[in-house]
């Protein structure tokens, strides 16, 4: 008797193969591959991250004891071997799977796009999180003298709760170099946390037409232009002014007035200083926007938790970044399914990874149907 799909030969049916054919004709991906393709190799890093193993040997031992499942769960017919999936990782174009992994951020973020929030208009946070490496293993990211590391820097949609922008770098690059490296918009909010307090960088974003909002730091030289009044309302607003930078080396790098608000947490205790090029919005919905980047910090503890992040499959960089970015695009899998459950009740579990057992044992009853795009 049938019983429907295989769980993750379901989850595989929400994904655009044609869109990812597309990409890798045009990297060439493929060319003089007879077995083992780009979308084989996509698929078991796929299965290797929601199965939580630790290694590509393990990945394929799991694959070879379930290899007379192989073509219902959507792998090739064909034995798959360590040292395919091994040289694979190694020398096959890592954009292919970046490109892809963009495109399903695209695809995920217009389908929560009408996430409600507080406010109107574009949200981002952007911040970074390291990732160790073992020195001896990893050269070519060398950190300090004792270890390796890598940066994956991350522009985080607060409305609709999606990395819009991945960027890794090795850890010993400073954050503040990385915000030449974002695809700002116009008419589009970026917070920041005081890391990132580049004054020069701040005004660039001024000049195309976007705001911002960092912590200020202190013993910032200013004059005040007005708003020098202590405020008493309800919001836990204590000042809100406009300033004029006065250092010589400050005012050069920011030449424009600056909107300074203090803000009082009552529920820390202590209060924030909070700088932004924006005159518009309420100063308590200034201080609402900077507490959603948290929601980055969030993101970068769950991807840590439920993907593979922390343990890398290979020792090159080309492997490392083409398993970061299967990640990501495992990990935007979940907000596809999150988006349709709106519409078709699905249970509980499609939220969580599923059990190493389930993909490839029961299906999803309510999903059997349902074909997906692409």
Known sequence: MNAGKYIFSQLVSFLPKRVFDGIVKRHEGDKWV????????????????LAGCDSLREVVAIIDAIKSKSCHLGFSSGDI???NLSYANANRDYKIFEEFAYYMINLAQSKRI???FELNGKFYAFDSTTIDLCMSLFEWAYFRKTKSGIKVHTLFDVVTQIPTYIHITEARLHDMKT???IPY?????????????DLARLYRIQSIGSMFIIRAKEHLKYEIVSGDELLDGDDNVLLDQTIRLKG????KKYPSELRRIVYYAPEQKRTFTFLTNDFTIKAKDI???????????????WIKKHLRVLSFWGTSENAVRIQIYVAVITGHRRARLSAWKNNVQCPPSTEQSPDRQDLHQRPFQRLRNYRGYG
């Open 248 to 251: 010589p080396l400050t005012k």
């Open 179 to 181: 915000m030449d490296e």
């Open 81 to 83: 071997k360590l040292s």
């Open 34 to 49: 007879k077995h083992f393709t780009c979308w084989n190799q996509l698929l078991v890093m796929m299965f290797g991250q």
């Open 287 to 301: 201080a609402m926007l900077y507490k959603q980047r948290w929601q980055v910090e969030l993101f970068f503890r």
């Open 114 to 116: 009408t996430r409600p």
């Open 185 to 197: 918009e116009p008419n589009a909010f970026y917070i920041f946390d005081k890391g990132y307090y």
